[in-house]
T-cell receptor
Framework: GNSVTQMEGPVTLSEEAFLTINCTYT??????LFWYVQYPGEGLQLLLK?????DKGSNKGFEATYRKETTSFHLEKGSVQVSDSAVYFC?????????????FGKGTKLSVKP | DTEVTQTPKHLVMGMTNKKSLKCEQH?????MYWYKQKAKKPPELMFV???????INESVPSRFSPECPNSSLLNLHLHALQPEDSALYLC??????????????FGPGTRLTVT
């Protein structure tokens, strides 16, 4: 079946460090891929998305590229800030199903220290 | 406007109470969702409405009863809950249920505690 695997962390970085959170997926067909972020005590916010191979999603300095050959969608940011501390979820939309089949990874907690 | 609103923000209820969670969106989205999220876990899908009709029910106990009065509103009626139902309840919406390129927009959630 379809699945998402992401590094579970927690990840602790110093301010201005480079961030990579790995995400790989298993899916039939051509899923859409998403990164959501959840700040403490809040709901999920869409961070970025990519809907086809080689698409690059970007937002707020974060980037991720849809790599079909490696079935990956790694999240990167060149210089993290304390305000980036949150839980990050990688997710895919099941192309064989519906939006109801939004499949999440387990989440990666990021802590950024000043 | 990409906002999904949820009320109340916090709810404490006893196991014999009846309460309701409310969700609203004004983006013209035709699919709306209820998720349950336990601490340090990803959201788990509970129900999906498409064009105001229940499309997906993920084998949720009958003590949870969803309702979609119109295209902008989604309710979750709660009755005789158990302490293990304590969680963050998230509402989400998307433009259409069947286009997988459409993202879901989430509300801030209702933190439910069952005593």
């Amino acid at each position: 079946g379809n699945s998402v695997t992401q590094m579970e962390g927690p990840v602790t970085l110093s301010e201005e460090a480079f961030l990579t959170i790995n995400c790989t997926y298993t899916a039939t067909g051509y899923p859409s891929l998403f990164w959501y972020v959840q700040y403490p005590g809040e709901g999920l916010q869409l961070l970025l998305k990519a809907t086809k191979a080689d698409d690059k999603g970007s937002n707020k300095g974060f980037e991720a590229t849809y790599r079909k050959e490696t079935t990956s969608f790694h999240l990167e940011k060149g210089s993290v800030q304390v305000s980036d501390s949150a839980v990050y979820f990688c997710a895919l939309s099941d192309p064989g199903g519906s939006q109801g089949n939004l499949i999440f990874g387990k989440g990666t907690k990021l802590s950024v220290k000043p | 406007d990409t906002e999904v609103t949820q009320t109340p923000k916090h709810l404490v209820m006893g196991m014999t109470n009846k309460k309701s969670l409310k969700c609203e969106q004004h983006m013209g989205h035709r699919a709306m969702y209820w998720y349950k999220q336990k601490a340090k876990k990803p959201p788990e899908l509970m129900f999906v409405y498409s064009y105001e009709k229940l499309s997906i029910n993920e084998s949720v106990p009958s003590r949870f009863s969803p309702e979609c009065p119109n295209s902008s509103l989604l309710n979750l009626h709660l009755h005789a809950l158990q302490p293990e139902d304590s969680a963050l309840y998230l509402c989400a919406s998307s433009q259409d249920l069947w286009r997988v390129t459409y993202e879901q927009y989430f509300g801030p959630g209702t933190r439910l505690t069952v005593t």
